[in-house]
Structures are given as structure tokens and as C-alpha cells.
């Protein structure tokens, strides 16, 4: 197990460090440090104090080689420092990312822990019900529903759900955020159906087929002879021999959970991560991208080999070697 | 079952009050105005913030020594913390000093720095030196102030770099006394004052930088503001809502009594004004501000903000892109926006689009003579910038018939550039006279080969680009987009390898110098790296410029300006195209409203109707029960039949 351990965190390693490289190069393919002076300071700023901004931040050093001093180049900067979890300040700003990111880390799991737990309760009571209606009308709609529900972009369900839950049903506030506990539902209820809503659609396809697969098994049909009652077919051994599946979809979407989600937190205004995300990329603010991309990847690949993991919990022939 | 539905629907809307309302607290007993910021705000440190929605808050919480009076146009400085707008003093060598006197007895507003250097204080009095202080600031490199350049023109300010280890200050910034402050300019710069009523120069306290250094769980002096202004800040997230509030500690609010210009609702405004309601009697000469608290709400999405504009919660907005035929029709209100109450309030910025040529081209620029000037007159003739307007700005443009928009002394508004009246015949004509017959070059045989630089490599930009290429095609003349990114388009200004291209400029401070310097020789593009990018050097236009800078908007000015405008006019190095106009929407309950191209401090003067407010709010935002009801209906009556039939098939 442990070597099995060694080798899945030296391949993540690898990866992790190939995703920073690739931003690295895609990143100055596309910008300047000139691009990000003007970006911070604004188009006005003349030349002079455009070049103080880029000696101040520390870009005016050769990006990647540099012969008189190899060491001290952009790309061996960018390294060192996010491989020592040494963030930094924000370019387009000056403050402290580390000060960002425990700021916005609250707003965004505000919105993303109660959906990934109300997303997957409800995509799997409702999987494991049209499963169990397999072969109905009720399961036919449920295919209608649900591919209809996948087409469908994400902007349109927020466009829509803005227009008729917030301006033409007046339910809810359109947008905004207030970290109060007694009116921070109000401002969420939209983001939080709108976020249910669009991923059920994939989600019920998905399970749905894991659990009529199952269904379709020897052990059940076992359990039935003897006497066993649906509903506990579906939710003791089904469900229980569908986890392999189910985690894997799941383990992998938690790291998306810190990351925030970027389309939902800009048009509500909540400011969390992905809204972080979203100001970094705007702003050509290279330091700000470069840790959120570094820890997107960091936890993506810890996920992954946390499944792994999981996998031996719930299927005890499951090895690691 | 009604019963039991109803009371779901009504906990799932109570949570924390019903319906779509924003704002958990009443607002309806406290005046507050409430307005959307396009993003999170980077920095509120007044010597280097240089973005609107930055300067909607730091130039309500820090005071100037000057400011702009709120109706006048043209725009009129007045004197804020400063006793009077100094006049300028000639002194030997062309250098020239100004004298502020600042009011005595101003305080900062409350803040715990204070305290931290003087035991007990929880403010002081606002004094010389924090003027001088906040220059040195915009002077040190290590803040980066993007407007030090201007600045240079202080004596001593360039050399301040080097002082600043010995604890010098800057030798033409003189501290004469608690409230005297003196300046000198190694030459003459009479604009230097419109300086002072931005907050680039606002006093700012030393302990407040000193204090907020990021340390041991303080602020940010950057997030951090501490000013004399007529608000302080009262809760700051600058990703999510920023609060005014009122400052008691405001010259204006502790006295009254002073009448001061900049703390009272004027008088007088520009024609028009009383008819428009800017001059209500209930206001004039009223101590200001009228509003308890200012209430900004970042929203980065267009939509959103709009919508909740209709629905009443925020009190202002621009049109967004997707809406505007609803909104607007034949440039007025729609009947469906103006039965709400709305105002439709049209300004015209401070600013000028245009089509530049480098004058420096062979074809195209000055080496090309005769030649050159009458391709490039007959090009102008060819763009119809009402009708790009109308296709790419919903109309909102003043067409531009020299660099000066109106609102700039020396905009006059009958003058007709003749180069400026579409007319395909006469450009026709130009373009035989230069010796291109149809635009066709005689030396290869083929149409006369262009190319527009353009900055923008957006598909947007390229199609703005096509409509001035497809006009010029109309005369014959082959003119190539070569799109790339900004930095790449720069370089080429730069290097003086550009041939046509289009650009904009907003002023700084309501000045004709601030336009006209975009012609002036000495601050050609590629020899300067100055603003002028389009290289034009006209000895004659060069001489007019520096005469006209330093005078006062007199006869003899206007003179200047007009024969300089009539050597653009002849020259044409530039296609003026429009002077851009924002259209506001604002609710009725809005009062003295007045939208200005600069940004300056408007919040003191604003008032709103609160009752009216809320009234009209209710009666917009209802909640719409029944579709719940409707929605619980229908998952019953699709969902159970289905179960019984199935359970019943089984048995």
C-alpha cells in the first residue's frame, strides 16, 4: 500500500508541476508584464511608471533564461515560490493572496457544500426512483427531463432563473450576498436551485444506469427470492454495490467545491473563489491565477488518489498494489 | 391541504423577511441611496487610485483643497478645504507659484490611527503639511502613483526620489504655515489646480499611512481610507458592499455657519438647469449632504444589475446593450419606462474618438505633401460617423466636428467642419486632385493599398474596423485591417510604423489644453513616446498651442483655439469621430441628480424620496404565490398515479 502511495503522489507530483509549467508558458504566451502594469495601474499610466510597477513586481527579469545568473528568471521565481506554498501578493492589488483566499473560501463553500450534498441526495433518491420505475412512463420522462436538463447552458439557467424566480415570480433577490445566517438563504436559493437543477440532469442519467445495471444482477435477484422487499433491495443492496461509481464521480468533485464555482458567483455576486478566479484572469493578474490553478490541480490530483483510497473502503476485494 | 402548502411557501419565502428584497434592513426611516459597482475595487489609496468606481468612493471620504461647481458647465472650480482658488504669482526664470490657504479647524474624520500615535485622539486638525505629504507620496516611486508625471512640472519634484533618503522634501512644495501652503512650478502650468480637486492631492493624514500597514492584523492603508470628506467609511468589503456614512466630523456638517461654496446646494446653475429641477428652492443653499448613507453593492453582470434596477433597488443605472430598444425610443423614454417615473438623463463625456493618420507616412502623412493632405481630406469626407454611432453605440454619440467636446471652453457648438459632411462626390474629387483617380495608385495600377493598425484582435474591434475599411472602399481605396493585441499595436505607434488607426481620449480635467496637446509637436508618439500618435508638427498649430496653454479662458483664447482648430480642419491628421454620451436611467424618487463626464463627488449633493421609494417598491415587487402552488399540483398529479398504477400492476 505504501509504495502504491508513493507512486500515485510522485505521478500527481509530476503533474501538478507539468500544470504550472504549461501556465507559466501560456500565460506569458498571451501577456506582457507591460499588459499587467497597464491592467493594475490603468491605461493612462504613463511609460515611466510603468516600468517602476514592473521593476517594483519583480518582472523585469528575464523569464526564462537567464545566463549571467540563471536562478533569477520569472519561471525559476515561479517555482520556487509556489512549491514552498509561498503565494505572495496579487498583482493587481498588493495584497496578500493567502488574505484572499481565506476571505473568499467561506462565500464559495456557502454555495457549493449544501448543493453537493442536497445535488447528490437528490440525484440519487431520484436515480434510485426511476431505476426502480424502470421501463415506465415515469422513467421515459425522467430520460426526456433529464437530457433536456443537460442541454441546456448553464447561462441560460441562470439568465432564466434570475428572470423568473427573481423579477417575474419575485421570490427571491436576483443577486447579492450577505454572510448573515438569518438572510444568507434568501440570496442563495437561487444559485442553489439553479445549481441543483442544471447538474440533476447528468447526474440521475449517470447513476441511473449504474443502479439498472446492478438491479439487472444475480445478487438481486437472490435477494427477491427470498423474500426481500423492494425498497430494501434498492437502498441496502443496490445502492451499497453502486458505490464504486458513485464515488468516483463524487471524490472528484469535492476539489470543485473550494475552487468555487465561476459563472454562478459572478452574475450573484457572491464574492468567493471563483469570483477570484474570474477578477484574476480579467485582470491579467498572473500571481492571483497561478495559486488558484497550483491548488485546483493540488487537490484534483489528492482527490484522485483519495478515491483510490475509498475504494478499499467500500469493496474490501478492491487492492491497492 | 391549501393550508399546509400555503404555510411551505410562505417559510420557504420568510427566510428573513419575503420577497425579492436585497436589503435585509428598513431603509425606509434613513435617506440611503444605493448604487452598483462594476467590480471589486483594487485600491482606495488617493494617490494611486485613477478608475471611476474607485474615485465614487475616495472622493466622497477624502476632501480636496478645490472642487467643481455641480451645475455649471463649463466646468468652474471652486474652493473646497481651501479658503479660495489661489491665483498664480510670476516669479523670476518662468517659474510660477500658487498660494493655498486652507480652512482652519477642518478634521479628519474618527479613526483609531490617531490614537496610536497620540494617546486619546481620535482625530486632529487637517493641516499644510498634509498636502505637502500627500505630494511627497505621489512623488515616491515605491507607491507608484500613475500620475507623477504631471506632477514633474513641481520644482524639486523629479529630484524627490533621491531626497527622500535624506528626509528632504520637495523643494517647490512649501509648508509656510499650520494652513499656507505654497507650490512652484518650474513653468507655467495653470491646469495644475483642476489637479487639486481630485484626490490624487486630497490631504491625507501620515498616521493613517503609518498605522495601516498590513501588520499584526491591521488594514491596509489602501483599504483603509482616512479623510476629511463629507463621508467615512462605514463597512468595506471590497468584493461584495461598500457603506458610506455620513461624517460628522466634515467641515460642512460642523459648520454649517460657513456657508462654505463646496458644502451648501448652489444657486445658480448653466440655462436649463431650473427647468430640469436642479434648482429646487427646497434645496438651494441647503447645508449638504442630504443622504444618511451611500450603499454600493459590487455586481459584476450587467443583467442582474439592470434587473434589479427595474425592481427598485438601485436608484440609478445605464442601459444595458440587450435592453436599450425597450428602454429608449427615438432617444427618449420608452412609454413603458416613463409610465414608472422614470428620468432619462443624457450627458455627454469629456472625450473624443478618432481615426488618427501618422503623419510621419509617405502616403498618407506629411512627406507625402499636396498629395497627402488632400487623400487624407478626402478620406474624411468618407466616414459618416452618425451612422457608425447608430450601428455600434445605439446612437449614443455626438458627432465630433473638432477635438473639443462640448462642456470645454472652446466648443462651439454651431461650427461644421467641412471635412466632416459625408460627401462621397467631393471625396472623389479630393482623391483625383491627389493624383489616385478612383482611388487607383498610377505607379502600380491597382487601388491605393492602406493599412488600419488596429489594437483590438476581438472580433468586435475588426468589425469596427470593417465599417471605416468598407467606407473608404466606396472611393476606391484598399484599405487592409491589420488587427493585433494592444501591446503589439503600441509597439508599432511607438516605432512610428503605423499607417491609419483609431483611438480615444478622456480628459483629466475640463481644460482645451488637455485635448489640444494631442496635436502638439513636441509630444509626438514615436519621438516622445508622448500622447500624440499621430506625429502631426505644425510649427504654426505649435506656437498657437503654447501661447493658448497658459491663458485664461478669455477672447483672446477662443481666437487661439479657433485658428488652431481651422489648421486641424485643413491638415485633417486626425478623422474626429464622436464625443461619446452616457445616457442615465434614475427612479422618481431621486433628487439632484446631475450626471457629469468627470468623475467628481456627487453623493453630498444627491437626495432621495425614501417614502416614495418604498411605496413604489412594494407595488413593483409582490411576490407571485401561485405557481407554487401550481408547481406542488402538478409533481402530485404526475408522480402518484404512477406509483399506485405501478403498485397495483404488482400485487
Given amino acids: 500500500v505504501l509504495a502504491y502511495l508513493v507512486r500515485r503522489l510522485a505521478y500527481g507530483a509530476v503533474t501538478v508541476l507539468g500544470v504550472l509549467l504549461l501556465l507559466f508558458f501560456l500565460f506569458f504566451l498571451y501577456t506582457t508584464p507591460e499588459d499587467m502594469a497597464r491592467r493594475a495601474l490603468g491605461d493612462k499610466t504613463p511609460p515611466e511608471v510603468i ?43 498588493d495584497s496578500p493572496i493567502l488574505d484572499r483566499l481565506r476571505e473568499g473560501a467561506i462565500p464559495s463553500l456557502t454555495v457549493t457544500l449544501p448543493l453537493f450534498v442536497a445535488g447528490l441526495a437528490v440525484a440519487i433518491s431520484v436515480s434510485l426512483f426511476v431505476a426502480y420505475f424502470r421501463e415506465t ?30 423579477r417575474l415570480l419575485r421570490w427571491f433577490p436576483i443577486s447579492g450576498f450577505d454572510p448573515s445566517p438569518v438572510v444568507l438563504a434568501r440570496f ?4 442553489w436551485l439553479i445549481g441543483l437543477l442544471s447538474g440533476l440532469g447528468g447526474d440521475v442519467r449517470f447513476y441511473r444506469t449504474v443502479f439498472v445495471e446492478e438491479t439487472g444482477r444475480d445478487y438481486v435477484r437472490t435477494a427477491r427470492a427470498k423474500g426481500c422487499g423492494d425498497g430494501r433491495i434498492m437502498t441496502r443492496h443496490v445502492l451499497r454495490n453502486a458505490m464504486i461509481p458513485i464515488l468516483t464521480r463524487v471524490v472528484v468533485a469535492i476539489p470543485f467545491l473550494f475552487t468555487g464555482s465561476l459563472l454562478l458567483e459572478s452574475f450573484f455576486g457572491i464574492p468567493g473563489l471563483g469570483s477570484i478566479t474570474v477578477d484574476a484572469l480579467h485582470g491579467n493578474d498572473f500571481a492571483t491565477l497561478r495559486v488558484m490553478v497550483f491548488i485546483g490541480a493540488l487537490l484534483f490530483v489528492l482527490a484522485q488518489i483519495a478515491t483510490d483510497f475509498a475504494y478499499t473502503l467500500v469493496d474490501p476485494r478492491v487492492r491497492l498494489e | 391541504l391549501n393550508r399546509v402548502l400555503g404555510a411551505l411557501v410562505a417559510a420557504l419565502l420568510g427566510l428573513g423577511g419575503c420577497g425579492n428584497n436585497p436589503y435585509p434592513g428598513a431603509d425606509d426611516a434613513e435617506k440611503v441611496r444605493y448604487k452598483a459597482l462594476p467590480g471589486a475595487l483594487k485600491t482606495l489609496d488617493p494617490a494611486v487610485s485613477y478608475v471611476t468606481t474607485e474615485h465614487e468612493i475616495t472622493a466622497n471620504v477624502y476632501e480636496t483643497l478645490l472642487g467643481y461647481h455641480y451645475l455649471k458647465r463649463p466646468y468652474e472650480l471652486i ?50 503639511a498634509d498636502v505637502a505629504f500627500s505630494l511627497q507620496r505621489i512623488a515616491d516611486p515605491a507607491v507608484t502613483s500613475p500620475v507623477s508625471t504631471t506632477f514633474a512640472k513641481l520644482e524639486g519634484f523629479s529630484e524627490f526620489d533621491e531626497q527622500y533618503a535624506s528626509a528632504g522634501g520637495i523643494s517647490g512644495v512649501r509648508v509656510l504655515g499650520p494652513h499656507e501652503l505654497e507650490i512652484v512650478l518650474a513653468e507655467p502650468y495653470p491646469q495644475i489646480l483642476y489637479w487639486f480637486a481630485m484626490p490624487f492631492t486630497a490631504p491625507v493624514p501620515w498616521e493613517a499611512v503609518a498605522f495601516y ?36 466630523n466634515w467641515y460642512g456638517a460642523r459648520h454649517p455657519e460657513w456657508k462654505a461654496p463646496a458644502a451648501v446646494y448652489p444657486a445658480e446653475g448653466e440655462p436649463g438647469d431650473a427647468a430640469a429641477g436642479h434648482l429646487d428652492p427646497a434645496y438651494v443653499g441647503r447645508p449638504l449632504p442630504f443622504l444618511d448613507r451611500v450603499e454600493y453593492r459590487i455586481e459584476k453582470e450587467d443583467i442582474p444589475t439592470f434587473n434589479k434596477f427595474l425592481q427598485g433597488y438601485y436608484d440609478a443605472a445605464g442601459i444595458i446593450q440587450e435592453s436599450f430598444d425597450a428602454i429608449v425610443s427615438e432617444g427618449a ?9 422614470m428620468k432619462l438623463e443624457k450627458s455627454v463625456e469629456p472625450s473624443i474618438y478618432y481615426l488618427g493618420f501618422n503623419m510621419n507616412d509617405p502616403t498618407l502623412g506629411s512627406p507625402a505633401g499636396e498629395r497627402g ?34 462642456g470645454i471652453f472652446g466648443y462651439e457648438a454651431e461650427y461644421r467642419n467641412p471635412f466632416r459632411q459625408p460627401d462621397l462626390a467631393r471625396a472623389r474629387n479630393l482623391l483625383r486632385e491627389a493624383g489616385y483617380p478612383d482611388g487607383v495608385d498610377p505607379k502600380t495600377g491597382r487601388p491605393l493599398r492602406l493599412s488600419f493598425d488596429l489594437g483590438d484582435a476581438s472580433s468586435g474591434g475588426r468589425l469596427r474596423a470593417l465599417f471605416f475599411a468598407n467606407a473608404w472602399k466606396r472611393l ?3 484599405v487592409e485591417i491589420s488587427a493585433t493585441d494592444f501591446n503589439q499595436f503600441q509597439d508599432k505607434v511607438r516605432r512610428g510604423a503605423h499607417q491609419i488607426y483609431i483611438w480615444g481620449w478622456i480628459a483629466d480635467y475640463p481644460d482645451p489644453e488637455n485635448f489640444l496637446f494631442l496635436l502638439w509637436g513636441p509630444m509626438s508618439g514615436s519621438k516622445s513616446r508622448g500622447p500624440n500618435n499621430a506625429n502631426f508638427a505644425d510649427p504654426r498649430f505649435d506656437t498657437l498651442f503654447l501661447e493658448m496653454k497658459d491663458r485664461p479662458n478669455d477672447a483672446r483664447r477662443l481666437e487661439l483655439i479657433r485658428e488652431m482648430r481651422a489648421i486641424v480642419e485643413h491638415e485633417r491628421p486626425w478623422i474626429e469621430l464622436f464625443h461619446r454620451e452616457s445616457y442615465a436611467l434614475y427612479h422618481a424618487w431621486m433628487r439632484n441628480v446631475k450626471p457629469a463626464g468627470l468623475s467628481l463627488p456627487s453623493a453630498k449633493y444627491a437626495d432621495v424620496d425614501p417614502a416614495l421609494r418604498k411605496r413604489l417598491r412594494e407595488e413593483w415587487n409582490r411576490p407571485v404565490v401561485w405557481p407554487a402552488y401550481a408547481i406542488a399540483g402538478l409533481v402530485v398529479v404526475l408522480v402518484v398515479p404512477g406509483i399506485v398504477t405501478f403498485l397495483r400492476e404488482r400485487q
Avoid at chain 2, 237 to 242: A, G, L, M, N, W
Fill in chain 2, 79 to 128: 474652493p473646497a478645504l481651501a479658503l479660495e482658488v489661489p491665483r498664480p504669482r510670476d516669479l523670476p526664470g518662468g517659474r510660477v507659484a500658487y498660494r493655498f490657504r486652507l480652512r482652519p479647524g477642518a478634521l479628519y474624520g474618527e479613526d483609531p490611527a490617531f490614537g496610536h500615535f497620540e494617546p486619546g485622539a481620535t482625530t486632529r486638525e487637517v493641516v499644510a
Fill in chain 1, 188 to 191: 442563495l436559493a437561487i444559485p
Fill in chain 2, 476 to 478: 476606391g481605396l484598399d
Fill in chain 1, 51 to 93: 516600468q517602476t510597477w514592473i521593476v517594483n513586481h519583480g518582472y523585469d527579469r528575464p523569464r526564462v533564461w537567464n545566463p549571467a545568473d540563471p536562478g533569477r528568471t520569472l519561471i525559476a521565481d515561479h517555482f520556487r515560490r509556489m512549491l514552498s506554498f509561498d503565494f505572495g501578493r496579487s498583482d493587481a492589488d
Fill in chain 2, 333 to 341: 423614454l420608452s412609454p413603458a419606462m416613463a409610465a414608472l417615473g
Fill in chain 2, 373 to 406: 493632405r488632400l487623400l487624407r481630406q478626402a478620406m474624411s469626407l468618407a466616414v459618416d460617423s452618425v451612422e457608425f454611432s447608430r450601428v455600434f453605440l445605439n446612437g449614443r454619440g455626438v458627432p465630433a466636428q473638432s477635438l473639443l467636446p462640448p
Fill in chain 1, 137 to 166: 412512463y415515469i422513467d421515459r420522462a425522467g430520460v426526456v427531463l433529464c437530457v433536456l436538463g443537460m442541454s441546456v447552458s448553464i447561462l441560460l439557467y441562470i439568465i432564466g432563473g434570475q428572470f423568473l424566480l427573481g
Fill in chain 2, 213 to 248: 500597514d498590513g501588520q499584526e492584523g491591521r488594514d491596509f492603508f489602501k483599504d483603509h481610507p482616512v479623510g476629511a470628506g463629507p463621508f467615512r467609511i462605514g463597512y468595506y468589503d471590497r468584493r461584495s458592499r461598500i457603506s458610506l456614512e455620513r461624517n460628522p
